[in-house]
């Protein structure tokens, strides 16, 4: 039986889409350069926010070093700032499914590649800080998603084996790393993640609480 369920925030946890295209588009006109579409932005989910501004950059010339370090800070300036509040959503039925899950005596935890500052305030805003037992975030780990390191820090705070976790992700990065860590996983889909690859395909998170009781 499934004794710990782990979550991704953006895309699984926090419907935060919307917001992300949005703010990385005012980041880059902001800087003079060409804003990305929205299916540049989103082929970035997952991955830290210099790596993410790389990604969406298709101009000829590399973005220079510093020059991503000035639009990383602007970019989390104005997307916690306004973006995220005005746009993102908390997923459906995401906290009855936590207080489910919690009841059933099943351990919660965020597993994300940001930075821990920014997983806690998503949390303090959705009012969730209370339905997580543990946060495993960018600043905890040598490396982060697809490198299984971060699952394999929560499976070791909780002194639990791969086979009593399910993980819950958005991204091929989520899945290479439940793979590596050879925890079970679960597809939140959306849109824009049909080709990755998962046995287990989610449509809410309301179909968590009925799913761990099958593993």
Known sequence: MIKLVLFDIDGTLIDTDAALIRAFQNVFSCFAMRPPTEQEVLQGVGHCDEEWIKLAWTGSCPIPTQKVAEMSEYF???????????????GEGAKETLEKLRKQGIKTAIVTNGRKEYAE??????????????????DDVAHVKPSPEPLLHALDHFKLKPWDALYLGDTELDARAA???KVHFALMVRARNSLVKSK???????EIPVLVQKL
Not at 76 to 90: I, T
Not at 200 to 206: A, D, E, V, Y
């Open 76 to 90: 989390k300036q104005k997307y916690l700032g306004f973006y995220f509040p005005v746009l993102a959503r908390l």
């Open 121 to 138: 305030s998503v949390l303090s805003y959705f009012k969730l800080e209370g339905l997580f037992d543990l946060v495993v975030s960018a």
């Open 179 to 181: 793979k590596a860590a």
């Open 200 to 206: 287990r395909r989610l449509g809410s998170l309301k």
